[in-house]
């Protein structure tokens, strides 16, 4: 027998994405503080293997850790102490662009130091070192033995385009992949196939279609070429990119789903989160600053990103920080409740299976796990939840047999 799984979500459609996601302060300023440091202000975050959090804290200059779970007096520490980081760089590092971290732990992270040069750096927290100079750096991926660059000429870079050292070796020059003068390269993500992903914000060229897009570089290692996959602006899920525009860019594992972020203030209720597949299609907005600050788990008064790079997808649950600056204050959010996939209106499994595997419509060939749950049936009705991986989804899946 096959049965039709209807989607519990046409409320998807009818409301609000921003209303359906939560939010949630799970650090704030003391709880950064820790004891530890002197002052807090992230300038920019990723996530380690471990959970916690890595961030570069500009008041004082030095990489820190945050374990949100943790005790208090436990929950910050140093990884890479200001005056360590000063010796790794050979200079006095004055802020950070962007920040990412590999499967091993190792932290990669775009440092301007006081001369005004962008430096590459490379930390497990035990030592540091710089793979290269690279002036106008605003985005930073890893794969395998690969450091991929985001460069903006504007900031110094030769040209605006995407650029490549080793994750090993000091004082490369950086290989170039790809450069096109009306980019305007801000973030920087690896797909699941090795093509490069990235925000190209509002001052890309308009003309030359690269103004508040995500591009794709396809065979970076090989012969690349660039390409247009999602206007989130043209497709409605953003509203006015001028005074910041599009900037953060993630992909979900193994579906290179987009979530992006809307760095204006301009724009309705404030900045705004969205997320499209990779190929352009299902593109929705899920939260905005207004629902962000009217949630009464957060503490905020006032969302304020950082300058650099501060969004960290985990699974079906995203992390923002936000910064004292402009009546904001320093925090680490959680959302959860975002959309994590869109499907079709409907798509047909085997009934039978209480556990199965299925491939729905619209989701890039990505597979769900689909588990009975007999406690929620009523009426005729069972209801299944879907899992990416191990994590459930919302909604549950509602079938009528």
Same mark, same amino acid.
């Given at each position: 027998m096959?049965i039709?799984l209807?989607l519990?979500a046409f409320a998807l459609?009818?409301f609000?994405?921003?209303a359906q996601t ?10 950064l ?5 002197a002052?807090?202000?992230i300038s920019c975050?990723a996530q380690?293997?471990s959970?916690d ?6 008041p004082?200059?030095?990489l820190?850790t945050h374990d949100?779970?943790a005790?208090p007096?436990s ?13 790794d760089?050979?200079s006095e590092?004055d802020g950070?662009?962007?920040i990412?971290v ?10 301007q130091?006081s001369s005004?040069v962008?430096q590459v750096?490379?930390?497990d927290?035990l030592?540091?070192? %710089?793979?290269?100079?690279?002036d106008?750096?605003?985005g ?5 033995s690969?450091v991929?660059?985001?460069?903006v ?5 030769p040209?605006d ?9 000091t004082?490369?020059t ?5 450069t +096109? ?5 801000i973030?920087l993500a690896?797909g699941?196939?090795g093509s490069?992903y990235a925000?190209s914000?509002?001052f ?9 897009v995500?591009?794709? %570089?396809t ?5 690349p ?5 999602? +206007?989130?602006?043209?497709?409605g899920?953003?509203?006015?990119g001028?005074?910041g525009g599009?900037e953060?860019?993630e992909l ?8 992006l ?8 209720n404030?900045?705004?989160w969205?997320t ?8 929705e907005?899920?939260a905005d ?6 949630d009464?788990?957060? +503490?905020?008064t006032?969302?304020?990103?950082p300058g650099?790079r501060s969004?960290v ?5 995203i992390?923002v920080a ?12 959680k959302?959860t409740g975002?959309p994590p ?8 499994i085997?009934?039978?299976?209480e556990?199965q595997t299925?491939t729905?419509?619209g989701?890039?060939n990505f597979t769900y796990t689909v588990?009975n749950?007999t406690?929620?049936?009523q009426?005729?009705v069972?209801?299944y939840?879907?899992?990416?991986g191990?994590?459930p %989804?919302s909604?549950?899946?509602q079938?009528q047999?």
């Amino acid at each position: 027998m096959r049965i039709s799984l209807l989607l519990a979500a046409f409320a998807l459609v009818a409301f609000p994405a921003a209303a359906q996601t939560d939010y949630e302060t799970i650090a704030d300023e003391a709880s950064l503080i820790d004891g530890v440091l002197a002052d807090v202000d992230i300038s920019c975050m990723a996530q380690l293997p471990s959970g916690d959090f890595v961030f570069y804290n500009f008041p004082t200059g030095d990489l820190v850790t945050h374990d949100p779970d943790a005790a208090p007096g436990s929950r910050t520490a140093i990884l890479r102490s200001s005056a360590q980081l000063n010796a790794d760089l050979n200079s006095e590092a004055d802020g950070c662009f962007a920040i990412t971290v590999d499967g091993a732990g190792n932290v990669y992270a775009a440092i301007q130091d006081s001369s005004d040069v962008d430096q590459v750096y490379k930390t497990d927290g035990l030592t540091g070192s %710089v793979l290269a100079a690279a002036d106008g750096l605003t985005g930073i991926a890893v794969t395998g033995s690969t450091v991929y660059l985001a460069r903006v000429a504007f900031f110094g870079a030769p040209e605006d385009g995407f650029y490549s050292v080793n994750t090993t070796g000091t004082g490369q020059t950086p290989a170039v992949v790809l450069t +096109d003068s009306g980019l305007d390269l801000i973030d920087l993500a690896v797909g699941s196939d090795g093509s490069l992903y990235a925000s190209s914000s509002e001052f890309g060229s308009s003309g030359g279609g690269l103004q508040n897009v995500v591009v794709k %570089v396809t065979d970076p290692a090989g012969t690349p070429s660039l390409s247009v996959v999602y +206007d989130p602006f043209a497709d409605g899920v953003f509203t006015n990119g001028t005074d910041g525009g599009l900037e953060d860019l993630e992909l979900a594992a193994g579906t290179d789903r987009l979530y992006l972020f809307n760095n204006s203030f301009a724009a309705d209720n404030g900045e705004q989160w969205g997320t499209a597949l990779s190929d352009g299609t299902g593109g929705e907005q899920f939260a905005d600053e207004a629902a962000l600050l009217a949630d009464p788990d957060t +503490d905020l008064t006032e969302f304020t990103p950082p300058g650099g790079r501060s969004m960290v997808l985990n699974g079906d649950e995203i992390f923002v920080a936000s910064r004292t600056a402009f009546g904001g204050q320093d925090q680490i959010v959680k959302l959860t409740g975002f959309p994590p996939v869109s499907v079709g209106d409907n798509f047909e499994i085997d009934a039978n299976p209480e556990t199965q595997t299925v491939t729905a419509p619209g989701t890039a060939n990505f597979t769900y796990t689909v588990t009975n749950n007999t406690a929620s049936a009523q009426s005729g009705v069972v209801f299944y939840q879907a899992f990416l991986g191990s994590n459930p %989804v919302s909604p549950v899946v509602q079938v009528q047999s």
